[in-house]
């Protein structure tokens, strides 16, 4: 294999690690707390397999494995220890900064969320099997392996800024951001659920796997129904087709009147071959 020209002094281009994900919490449709760092896999087929991140922008898209990104500057996430302690996680697979190019490297990092049954609430479990829950003191903490109204959350869309959410508890206070006491300028924020109002220490945004988003799925659930070999077209016809007759039966399966076009093309067969 043929290398491309290096020259002395040039930076090597870093290579994004990512959590694998499906090996740490399972391959949910919808541990230990060691790192577990990976380059993520090049060889799958991105259409069954799609381990890239992306923003969830509705209610619907919050399903599966998480990262809750924080306001905070610089940028960090909600994250927890095998102790079950919640504490600010920062960032570092992120482009410029920009939390919408977020992606968790620790595994600390990563919720998997679910709506909890019968209700419109989420649970979000962490990577040691146990709940994301909020007291009545707004403290949060991660030691639960049940669900109960203090692991059940609200994701509420913020109105003006889209691609963001409201993490709301069901005592209506909003899960947020407040400086931290550290006496380090470097210290990150203290992460609570005890703000009464919607400010901007309050607006997250949800980070989640590209092949969980519902509006992704179908459409590769759409491409793959379109798909459709010559072969297969000829086994439906029940003879070899012409090239005009195969792209008219491609295009009516895209455009979902493919069973109407097969009835014409086999009726046809049928006027020819008495004809």
């Not at 940028?75 to 992120?94: H, K, W, Y």
């Not at 407040?178 to 901007?200: C, H, M, N, Q, W």
């Not at 945004?205 to 799925?217: T, V």
Request: charged letters at 30%.
């Amino acid at each position: 294999m043929v290398k491309p020209l290096t020259f002395k002094g040039d930076k090597k281009a870093k290579k994004r690690k990512r959590v694998d994900v499906a090996e740490k919490f399972g391959d949910e449709d919808g541990g230990s707390s060691s790192k577990q760092l990976v380059v993520s896999k090049t060889n799958e087929d991105p259409a069954v397999d799609d381990d890239s991140w992306v923003t969830a922008e509705a209610t619907g898209d919050v399903v599966g494995p998480i990262v809750l990104v924080l306001p905070s500057d610089p940028p960090s996430c909600i994250a927890c220890d095998t102790n079950g302690q919640v504490f600010a996680s920062a960032l570092e697979n992120i482009l410029n900064d920009d939390p919408s190019t977020a992606e968790p490297h620790d595994v600390r990092q990563v919720w998997v969320a679910n709506r909890v049954a019968g209700t419109e609430t989420f649970s979000f479990k962490g990577h040691h099997g146990r709940y994301l829950s909020c007291d009545k003191f707004g403290i949060l903490s991660a030691n639960t392996e049940a669900v109960s109204p203090l692991e059940s959350f609200l994701s509420i869309p913020t109105a003006d800024t889209p691609g963001t959410f409201q993490i709301q508890t069901l005592r209506d206070t909003f899960l947020t951001i407040k400086p931290s006491t550290s006496s380090k300028s470097s210290a990150l924020p203290e992460v609570r659920g005890d703000a009464d109002a919607i400010t901007f220490n309050t607006t997250f945004r949800i980070r989640m796997q590209a092949r969980f988003k519902p509006k992704l799925k179908a459409s590769k659930e759409e491409k793959a129904r379109e798909k459709i070999s010559r072969k297969e077209l000829e086994e439906a016809v029940g003879r070899r087709l012409e090239d005009d007759e195969v792209r008219k039966l491609k295009k009516a399966r895209r455009e979902g009147d493919y069973h109407e076009a097969l009835l014409l093309i086999k009726v046809k067969n049928k006027h020819d071959k008495y004809s």
